[in-house]
């Protein structure tokens, strides 16, 4: 994936002091992290039209367990869920279209709009490992997924209910 | 008995092209209701996402080589796991002409089970599910 969510991707984490005599011997090179504290999403996606299909959606997902589709695929990923949650809720607007989540056989899910003509699908293989294609008029474009920007404009331009 | 597909010093399979899977062969992908559809709210049409095509944690989607599984007197869907699942057919040389690899798997799952490797991402994807043939619709799709 890309930059800038690699980036915000080393924000996940906070360094902290280093605290003993005997792990500043030992760990010179390898700061010791803290998890960043989980935010919930601001409230008034929860109250966007978008938000329950998607939610009831992704809570499905999580129930899934492996080989649920009898084909050996991984259920998907707890941190992939969330992920793909604090994507949707920084790209969409409060009008925008449901997407349609579908499990991947790695454990990712693949985030889908349609629209006449149009089509947008995210993949959401890992946290912060995201990839984007769009697919209009016969053409199959890999979308920037450095910035969030393209799939934000992408969405408020042709996937809003 | 067909060629022995190669193997790692493991003894797992690895991706390859079988020599017995022909190009003119098919291969069967299960589809899974409601899990591999998308409907679309507007248009109340419900159709296979491409997300279906995906490969497994394992590596490799995992299909049913059509021809062999006739030869063996079996039909489309005897290894369907349930009524409200569905079937689509791909030609391998579409799938070979995209990059991938077709190749005999009979560890994952039975005799007739074969593996596509390479799929890299949803762009592969949607030009599978461009080339995949509805041999039944599973339930739910439109």
């Known amino acids: ?161 | 008995m067909p060629t022995a597909p190669p193997r790692d010093q493991n003894g797992k399979i690895l991706p390859h092209d079988h020599p017995e899977i022909r190009d003119d062969d098919y291969v069967i992908r299960h589809i899974v209701s409601p899990l591999d559809l998308h409907q679309d709210p507007d248009t109340q049409i419900t159709r296979v996402a491409s997300g279906a095509y995906s490969e497994s944690s394992n590596g490799g989607m995992s299909v049913d080589i059509q021809r062999w599984m006739h030869d063996d007197g079996l039909d489309d869907f005897h290894y369907l796991s349930d009524e409200t699942g569905g079937a689509t057919r791909i030609r391998v040389r579409e799938l070979r002409a995209l990059g991938l690899k077709v190749g005999w798997d009979p560890d994952s799952g039975h005799a007739h089970h074969g593996a596509v490797w390479g799929i890299k991402n949803s762009g592969f994807r949607k030009k599978i599910a461009r080339k995949a043939e509805t041999l039944k619709k599973a339930q739910g799709e439109t």
């Open chain 1, 1 to 161: 994936m890309n930059f800038a969510l690699r980036r915000y991707s080393d924000d996940d984490q906070w360094l902290s002091s280093v605290n003993t005599t005997n792990e500043l011997s030992r760990s010179v090179a390898r700061p010791v992290v803290l998890a960043r504290p989980q935010l919930s999403a601001p409230t008034f996606v929860h109250n966007s039209k978008w938000a329950r299909p998607t939610i009831d959606r992704l809570v499905a997902l999580a129930s899934l367990k492996d080989n649920w589709d009898q084909r050996g695929s991984a259920a998907p990923r707890a941190d992939v869920l969330s992920f793909a949650w604090t994507i949707l809720a920084q790209i969409m607007p409060s009008d925008g279209k449901a997407p349609v989540i579908v499990p991947l056989g790695n454990g990712g899910v693949q985030i889908e709009w349609s629209a006449p003509h149009i089509e947008l699908e995210v993949e959401v293989t890992r946290p912060f490992e995201v990839s984007a294609f769009l697919f209009a008029d016969g053409r199959d474009d890999e979308i920037d997924t450095d910035t969030l920007d393209e799939m934000t404009n992408l969405i408020a331009q042709h996937f809003r209910s």
